[in-house]
């Protein structure tokens, strides 16, 4: 029999957030924030609105932190999700907008999902000012592929980060 772990968290319990590691794919960049307050960089994420689908959070987030606007990133990639019912064709379905990750933590009894998204964006661009909330103070860096494992404060945001260059740099139908 296999072993299940069954938690259960009421709303006053929990939070959702979502993020999205960007890629500009043309230029092999990532987009980052560099918290000024802590030195700290990391990946854009934060709560969802009430109403809000997670896609929509994690898109909505990043151009709040950044003043940059990003698109989901279609890629090819394995997961758990099932195929539509009203699908025809689902062996042609080979690039989602799925979420690549989640992340849990507990900080304080209250548990904090958070969704990772593929996003791509154009470092060219430049930042929309005024996009950010009160407390955020965030720079916003494109750093090369190269870069990121070394730029990035925290271990989760690094292996997004690469999970996504991963994905965005594979040829379809490998």
Known sequence: MASTNKQLHFSDAF?????????????????????????EYFLPKGRKDIGESLDQTALR??????????????VEMKTLATV???????????????????????????LKLIFWYVAQGDSTKVRVEGTQQENEEFDTVWVTFDRVASTLSFDDDRQIANKA????QRPQGQ
């Open 15 to 39: 939070a959702i957030s979502c993020g999205t590691a960007t890629i500009d794919v043309d230029r092999s960049k990532v987009l980052l924030i560099h918290w000024r307050k802590t030195g």
């Open 61 to 74: 987030e990043t151009y709040e932190e950044t003043g940059i606007p990003v698109q989901l990133l279609p």
């Open 84 to 110: 539509p019912a009203n699908s025809t064709r689902p062996d042609e379905t080979k690039l989602f907008t799925e979420p690549i990750a989640v992340a849990q933590r507990v900080t304080e009894g209250k």
């Open 165 to 168: 260059i991963q994905l965005a």
